[in-house]
């Protein structure tokens, strides 16, 4: 597969701290994430119901239609992969959760980020290339029609109009779209942002460790107010920046995130399948793996649903519906997990 090379179109981002979020929240930072957090949530069920020989593969991320009850999954073809599978990986289930409708089939190899707009439109990330498909963010109608593509099919880069490793999307009220594009390894470590027909405007980070860049950029949401919230993963933080790239926050209250999901009133919802946990316990303090829900404007966290039991990493996407009821995306477990207020 050919690899675009660099050019300086790209632009970098401030690493100047803003005042768009409260002193109070870039100061907490550091240490464990806390468990000792009320739970308001019920033990976590399975949600979904597949067709009849079908069995639920990897996903790393679930997203929730504006309809503010039906959930959309991005699934891995009951596997792994969908590089040589013929099984449609984008899943769309009422609340309760029976199957409305299935497409994509054929299309991707490594399916990872999902999101919906207000206008209904699903977009998803393809975090891998193969046989000419992949490294690409698609969005489709409801139905399944496919209305944008962005990247260039198979072929992973870092030039505008290229991706290596997307991993998420999330679109702007105004339409922009932010893609986290980078999974580790020698990929990228970057978000690109377009505008709402998918023309090129920026691009900001690079693999490390301080304010700004990143290491496996794996998920990515957009408040209300257009900021910008990275699940920067293997630096242990959200990271949270402006419209425009400008940093302005890093948190590691949340834990070491896989998922972000920020809801209609900047709840935010983080997902951690990989701090440091004891081997095979329940849900005693020891146990640090779960969702963590909180203030977006502030980055106080407020509730802590730890891991099921016996799920020993928990779910990696989070998304939330109208009522608050959770949806997490358990990529080791192989299931969408559903969490109801008590």
Same mark, same amino acid.
């Given at each position: 597969?050919?690899?675009?090379?660099?050019?300086?179109?790209?632009?970098?981002?401030?690493?100047?701290?803003?005042?768009?979020?409260?002193?109070?929240?870039?100061? =907490?930072?550091?240490?464990?994430?806390?468990?000792?957090?009320?739970?308001?949530?019920?033990?976590?069920?399975?949600?979904?119901?597949?067709?009849?020989?079908?069995?639920?593969?990897?996903?790393?991320?679930?997203?929730?239609?504006?309809?503010?009850?039906?959930?959309?999954?991005?699934?891995?073809?009951?596997?792994?992969?969908?590089?040589?599978?013929?099984?449609?990986?984008?899943?769309?289930?009422?609340?309760?959760?029976?199957?409305?409708?299935?497409?994509?089939?054929?299309?991707?190899?490594?399916?990872?980020?999902?999101?919906?707009? =207000?206008?209904?439109?699903?977009?998803?990330?393809?975090? $891998?290339?193969?046989?000419?498909?992949? =490294?690409?963010?698609?969005?489709?109608?409801?139905?399944?029609?496919?209305?944008?593509?962005?990247?260039?099919?198979?072929?992973?880069?870092?030039?505008?109009?290229?991706?290596?490793?997307?991993?998420?999307?999330?679109?702007?009220?105004?339409?922009? +779209?932010?893609?986290?594009?980078?999974?580790?390894? $020698?990929?990228?470590?970057?978000?690109?942002?377009?505008?709402?027909?998918?023309?090129?405007?920026?691009?900001?980070?690079?693999?490390?460790?301080?304010?700004?860049?990143?290491?496996?950029?794996?998920? +990515?949401?957009?408040?209300?107010?257009?900021?910008?919230?990275?699940?920067?993963?293997?630096?242990?933080?959200?990271?949270?920046?402006?419209?425009? /790239?400008?940093?302005?926050?890093?948190?590691? =209250?949340?834990?070491?995130?896989?998922?972000?999901?920020?809801?209609?009133?900047?709840?935010?919802?983080?997902?951690?399948?990989?701090?440091?946990?004891?081997?095979?316990?329940?849900?005693?303090?020891?146990?640090?793996? /779960?969702?963590?829900?909180?203030?977006?404007?502030?980055?106080?966290?407020?509730?802590? +649903?730890?891991?099921?039991?016996?799920?020993?990493?928990?779910?990696?996407?989070?998304?939330?519906?109208?009522?608050?009821?959770?949806?997490?995306?358990?990529?080791?477990?192989?299931?969408?997990?559903?969490?109801?207020?008590?």
């Amino acid at each position: 597969m050919r690899r675009a090379g660099l050019t300086e179109l790209f632009l970098t981002a401030a690493m100047t701290v803003a005042a768009a979020v409260p002193t109070g929240a870039r100061a =907490q930072v550091g240490g464990q994430p806390s468990v000792d957090l009320p739970n308001p949530y019920g033990p976590g069920v399975s949600f979904g119901q597949l067709p009849s020989g079908r069995a639920w593969g990897g996903t790393t991320a679930a997203a929730v239609d504006p309809d503010g009850k039906s959930v959309w999954v991005f699934e891995r073809c009951g596997a792994e992969s969908c590089a040589d599978s013929k099984l449609p990986p984008i899943l769309h289930f009422d609340p309760s959760g029976k199957l409305l409708v299935s497409f994509g089939a054929g299309m991707f190899v490594f399916p990872h980020g999902i999101t919906v707009d =207000q206008d209904g439109n699903v977009w998803v990330a393809d975090a $891998d290339g193969k046989n000419g498909k992949g =490294q690409q963010v698609v969005k489709f109608s409801p139905t399944g029609k496919v209305l944008l593509t962005l990247g260039k099919a198979g072929m992973p880069g870092d030039a505008p109009g290229f991706f290596n490793r997307p991993c998420g999307v999330a679109i702007a009220r105004n339409g922009d +779209i932010f893609v986290a594009d980078g999974h580790g390894g $020698d990929s990228n470590a970057r978000v690109v942002k377009f505008s709402k027909t998918g023309k090129f405007i920026a691009a900001w980070g690079k693999k490390g460790t301080a304010a700004g860049e990143f290491d496996t950029p794996h998920a +990515i949401a957009v408040d209300s107010h257009e900021r910008v919230y990275v699940a920067d993963r293997s630096n242990s933080r959200i990271q949270v920046f402006d419209a425009n /790239g400008k940093f302005i926050a890093d948190w590691k =209250q949340f834990g070491r995130p896989s998922g972000v999901y920020i809801d209609a009133n900047d709840m935010i919802y983080v997902a951690d399948s990989q701090t440091t946990d004891k081997a095979d316990c329940t849900t005693d303090p020891g146990c640090r793996r /779960g969702i963590r829900i909180g203030n977006a404007a502030d980055g106080a966290v407020k509730y802590f +649903i730890p891991r099921p039991d016996g799920d020993l990493t928990g779910p990696e996407g989070v998304a939330a519906d109208a009522n608050g009821t959770v949806y997490g995306a358990a990529n080791a477990g192989k299931r969408v997990v559903q969490f109801s207020k008590k």
